[in-house]
């Protein structure tokens, strides 16, 4: 076996078996379930009785109809006068009692509650008053409570129709709002994965640089073979870690629940375009490879591993940039903010499969955005090899910058 493979093998069987490893897998597993099962979740260990509702109608119309009673909320219709119902708030019996009367030809509600409901009873309340006033307005024009619900109901069909026959055909609703979870997810995973392997690898070459392992090390291997082997052994490490997360993520999806949440992600792929999956794969780990790269750079540079997290510190915060740009575009992915930063090779990787899933671009700009990150990678690559070569036996004190000066002046 190489000297290169030797060290590959080394470093990734040190870190799959750490307890770090299995812990992050967890850890994604639990943050996607949470999401997905979070309904489920939150009716087995959060679900309370539901709130105990009184209504007076002081209308002349039965709207009774128009106050169903769900999980959260239950109401009753007492013919007692206002007083006594405020009485039984009071005493607890009810949570609040709503008092609804014409007021022209318009229903008006005052709520009187002892104490004070929670925000999500308040919005759901709030809620189905509004649809009941709808309603109520709806049928002052003499129409029945289920003619009134399907005017209220009623939806438009909408198609899309291109007239620019050089074009891709739009997307529908549907696709592009797969587009922006699928994106989401996307860009979460790149922007977890970046800041993991960023973090590990920068840190695991200046602990070598900084207990004088590497100068042991270095006497009989090269510096560029360290640096490949630090790269592809990492490179490894996180494709492990993705294909784990994708299999447990997977078998949960299959198995709880009868399989409905399954379902789910099968509904949203369909809405995807092939095109859309192999660029994400492909931004992702390009990606991945353009920060173990400036990660090795950075952990190459400090003198000691106490060092690294300011070394880091600025590849971290371009991460983090591109991920808010990735949230803030997900209400309007159309915007001059998403266009700029999905060609900005540290920030496309997230942001780009915003556009390509959610809007309307045509094939060139994906391509292009793809180029420039292949580009940069390449160049960042062979500018690290260089820089690594310099750099990695050399101590110093101070800033990055002033690291990077001492090391050109040493070394020149």
Do not use: C
Not at 39 to 66: R, W
């Amino acid at each position: 076996m190489s000297k290169f493979w030797l060290l590959v093998k080394q470093l990734y069987v040190q870190k799959v078996k750490a307890k770090s490893f299995i812990f992050s897998i967890i850890l994604y597993v639990a943050v996607i379930s949470g999401v997905m099962f979070w309904s489920d979740i939150k009716e087995a260990f959060f679900q309370e009785d539901a709130l105990q509702i009184a209504l007076i109608n002081e209308t002349d119309v039965e709207i009774e109809s128009l106050f169903e009673s769900t999980s959260d909320l239950e109401f009753s219709f007492p013919t007692d006068n206002l007083e006594k119902v405020e009485k039984q708030v009071v005493d607890g019996d009810f949570a609040a009692v709503i008092f609804v009367e014409d007021q022209d030809n318009s229903l008006t509600a005052e709520i009187a509650t002892f104490e004070p409901l929670t925000f999500n009873d308040q919005l759901s309340l709030s809620s189905t008053l509004q649809y009941a006033g709808k309603i109520y307005e709806v049928q002052q024009l003499n129409l029945t409570a289920e003619e009134a619900d399907k005017i209220l109901q009623s939806e438009t069909i909408i198609t899309m129709k291109n007239l620019n026959e050089q074009s891709v055909s739009g997307k529908s609703e549907d696709e592009k709002a797969a587009g922006i979870g699928a994106s989401f997810l996307v860009g979460f995973l790149i922007y977890s994965f970046v800041m993991t392997f960023l973090s590990m690898i920068t840190t695991d070459v200046a602990s070598e640089k900084g207990s004088r392992v590497l100068e042991v090390l270095l006497a009989s291997v090269k510096p560029a073979t360290h640096f490949m082997a630090k790269l592809t052994g990492t490179f490894l490490l996180a494709l492990t870690q993705i294909g784990g997360l994708l299999l447990v993520q997977g078998l949960l999806f299959a198995f709880i629940d009868g399989g409905s949440k399954w379902d789910v992600v099968q509904e949203i792929a369909n809405e995807l375009s092939l095109a859309f999956i192999g660029y994400s794969v492909a931004f992702l780990l390009i990606t991945i490879i353009l920060y173990l790269i400036l990660g090795a750079l950075l952990g190459s540079l400090v003198s000691k591993v106490e060092e690294s997290s300011q070394a880091m510190m600025p590849a971290m915060m371009v991460g983090i940039i591109g991920f808010y740009v990735l949230i803030s575009g997900m209400a309007s992915p159309d915007t001059m903010l998403i266009k700029v930063f999905s060609y900005i090779p540290f920030t496309s990787g997230m942001v780009m499969p915003l556009r390509i899933g959610a809007t309307d671009i045509s094939t060139f700009e994906p391509i292009l955005s793809m180029a420039i990150l292949i580009v940069t990678v390449v160049l960042m690559f062979l500018l690290s090899l260089s820089f690594y070569k310099r750099s990695v036996l050399t101590y110093s004190s101070g800033g990055i910058i002033q690291k990077i000066k001492t090391v050109l002046k040493v070394t020149t």
